[in-house]
């Protein structure tokens, strides 16, 4: 059962990269800017939460994501409990190598199919805008997106790459708002020793 978690975890990431595959895995995990071995510790984390969440009956797989990067965990969905919200919260801290957990599960009964084809719909084309803007390294990026609201997750470069990242997330259409949790190459909270 944990095996199969983790697969799943893997693809249905933005950032699929951690241990799939032997080759392909090295190459992606030495381009981002965490390395391979923070990728595959990232992997962990979020195989061990995801798994946590299987085996709650309250439904958390299917309602969160559940993003890593350096042992900063990105909780996005959303849940129409507050204990069902406070549960996963729990769980995501309890993983073992997690350092910070961004919070961003909505309690809220609103959504559905209509919601949900729309945010993946700006989720792609903000990814799409990224991954062909020669002023972004777009691999160190995680966009997720829930009732219109975009979360950015990752490593920026600089300040100004940072920049067109939220830049080009507003000028989508539908978006409501961007909630920012990346942080800059040289930021001191990075060190994870």
Avoid at 11 to 37: K, T
Avoid at 39 to 63: E, F, M, T
Avoid at 65 to 91: C, F, Q, W, Y
Avoid at 92 to 112: F, K, L, P
């Amino acid at each position: 059962m944990a095996v199969w978690v983790l697969m799943s975890a893997f693809a249905l990431s933005s950032c699929a990269v951690a241990v799939v595959g032997a080759g392909g895995a090295v190459g992606m995990g030495a381009a981002e800017e965490r390395g391979f071995e923070s990728s595959v510790d990232d992997a962990k984390i979020k195989g061990a939460i995801s798994s946590a969440y299987v085996d709650n009956s309250l439904g958390l797989y299917h309602d969160i994501t559940v993003d890593v990067i350096e042992g900063r965990v990105m909780l996005t969905g959303s849940v129409e409990k507050p204990e069902t919200h406070d549960n996963a919260v729990k769980i995501a801290w309890q993983a073992a190598g997690v350092r910070q957990v961004y919070d961003e599960i909505q309690v809220t009964s609103e959504g559905g199919f209509k919601s949900g084809v729309n945010d993946t719909w700006i989720a792609n084309k903000l990814r799409t805008q990224l991954m062909f803007n020669g002023d972004v390294k777009n691999i160190n990026y995680i966009v997720e997106v829930e009732n219109g609201v975009v979360y950015l997750f990752g490593i920026a470069q600089d300040q100004t790459e940072l920049d067109h990242v939220i830049a080009a997330a507003r000028d989508i259409s539908d978006v409501k708002k961007v909630i920012n949790h990346v942080v800059l190459k040289s930021d001191p909270r990075r060190n994870t020793q």
